[in-house]
């Protein structure tokens, strides 16, 4: 992951940022980690936002200000915006400061936000057979080579050797 500038982790995820706030935002980084976002989203096309502020330590007025015109920006930007991981206490004090987050949506885990933004992940268990040239012929990709295979002078299956 690159350094920025504000040295607030900015990750891009199939096509979408996840930004993971941690410990306590300065009014100075949380501005300049906007510029930088935006910036990002702008040269990236970036199909969604995730803010994720489980390791935030505590979420005053200004920095919450700050995502909610974040927020907004990407949003007049095209690009949508979660904001993930928020804390019971957190959650209380934004409706006891009657706090609106009119321009994001939220939920449980940066997981959960980036299904929301689009992105579906298939698990599959460890011991399951993964069949590499199913997968393969649906990605319209080469099937994989085998060592064994490279080592006889051969291609691949159904290829025919190199002269």
């Not at 900015?10 to 906007?34: C, M």
């Not at 992940?121 to 399951?128: C, E, N, Y």
């Not at 040239?133 to 291609?155: F, H, K, N, T, Y």
Request: hydrophobic content about 40%; overall charge neutral; charged content about 25%.
């Amino acid at each position: 992951m690159p350094a920025t500038p504000s040295g607030i982790p900015i990750l891009k995820v199939w096509n979408r940022l996840l930004v993971t706030l941690q410990g306590d935002i300065g009014d100075e980084t949380a501005e300049r980690a906007t510029s930088e976002i935006l910036d990002i989203i702008h040269r990236q096309r970036s199909e969604g936002l995730v803010l994720d502020i489980t390791g935030v330590f505590t979420l005053d007025s200004h920095l919450c200000f700050v995502l909610s015109k974040l927020a907004s920006a990407a949003k007049l930007m095209g690009t949508p915006t979660v904001i993930s991981g928020m804390s019971a206490q957190t959650a209380q004090t934004l409706e006891t400061m009657g706090v609106r987050l009119r321009t994001m949506r939220t939920a449980p885990s940066a997981e959960v936000a980036l299904e929301m933004l689009g992105v579906k992940v298939t698990l599959q268990r460890p011991d399951d057979d993964l069949d590499v040239r199913a997968l393969a012929r649906r990605r319209d990709i080469e099937e994989p080579v085998s060592l064994a295979d490279l080592a006889a002078g051969g291609r691949g299956p159904g290829r025919p050797s190199r002269p």
